[in-house]
């Protein structure tokens, strides 16, 4: 039997979930960089701030 896999049956993607050491994110935000898109880089440091918390991020920023 074939079954079809749809895409709205994919798990959902989240790139936040990716960035679970400092090693990953400086990796990641370093390869956006290279690209030099400034709307991916916005995306980028959203997907940080979600990883590392909006609480620890105010925290370390003072």
Known sequence: ???SI???DLPEFDMA???QIEEDI???????????DID???RALGYVAKA???TQI???SG
């Open 52 to 54: 590392r918390g909006m």
């Open 26 to 36: 400086a990796n990641y935000l370093s390869l956006v960089m290279e690209d030099g």
């Open 6 to 8: 749809c895409i709205r």
């Open 58 to 60: 105010a925290n370390d």
């Open 1 to 3: 039997m074939n079954k």
């Open 17 to 19: 979930e990716q960035l």
């Open 40 to 42: 991916e880089l916005n």
